[in-house]
């Protein structure tokens, strides 16, 4: 049951608008801020020596000695510091980034999966947990963004991120199983919206951020990677491109069968033998008459139509 949608639209990650859902960019700021904040009991810090001759204030006075005096005194702290005068050529690019630690490489990934302009927000999942997450586990986001990674690997490595974001355990990442657990274990029955996405829509989802991380880690290439849109969780209609939901049929036909009736002919919908009369219920937009005028069903025309 919890396979499918059973909402037109995934709006976990769609709006109700059938956009991508949006959220306020600034947390990831806040977070990465409050992050740097905690952490201030350090015994190295490393100082960007070119932005802080930038922002110094040089006197119209004196010689290159003050200057240098002032910018020692400016850095001096309690622990051990390292001035870097670095520039972004791209090998020393590469090895600034291998000293930050293998998980600064994967916060493009998390950015991207976690919603930005081209990519779903996921409804109550904000980038605060996400980076909580990042630090907490090894998610393995490293593969995102990878050209020449395998399509497998990436969903799984994406699959893996959002089941902790949803549920801190990783025994299994199927958001089909989350969704459900996560509806019979909730005191209060959540909205649609709050539960995961169906796999097959994440898979999409995943494919979009894939695509996005992509780009970015191009950017210091003369031209971004040719690729194929479609391919990444987009469909292009009538030239513009459109985020694939993922979601096909929104429930189980055996519950559309009951919610939806199939009636045609001249007396559509009259007798028992019409599901939605048979149960006491108004025809609705999803029957074959649609509702409309050539259905005959009287919960119908008693007025919902
Ligand atoms: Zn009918
Ligand atoms: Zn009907």
Redesign the pocket.
Known sequence: MFSFELVPLPFAIFDEYGGLRKSNKAQLLHKLVAWSEENNDYEVLIVDGKEMLYHAVWSKVGTVRNLLQNFTRAVEKECKVIAVFDSYVEESTKATADKLGHKSLQLLAVHALTGCGTVSYFFGKGKASAVSALLKYEVGLDVLGCQKANIHDILNAGHKFISILYKERLTHTSMNHHRHSIFVSTKNTPTIKRLPPTDLALNEHIKRAHLQTMLWKAADKDEPPVVNITEFGWDVIEGVPTPRTGASQCAPPELMKFV??E?SGQSA?ARKN???FSSGVS??GF?KRMAKDS?N?PHTQAGSR
Do not use: Q, V, W
């Open positions: 939806a009736c009636c919908c019409c599901s939605c025809c609705t029957c259905c069903n």
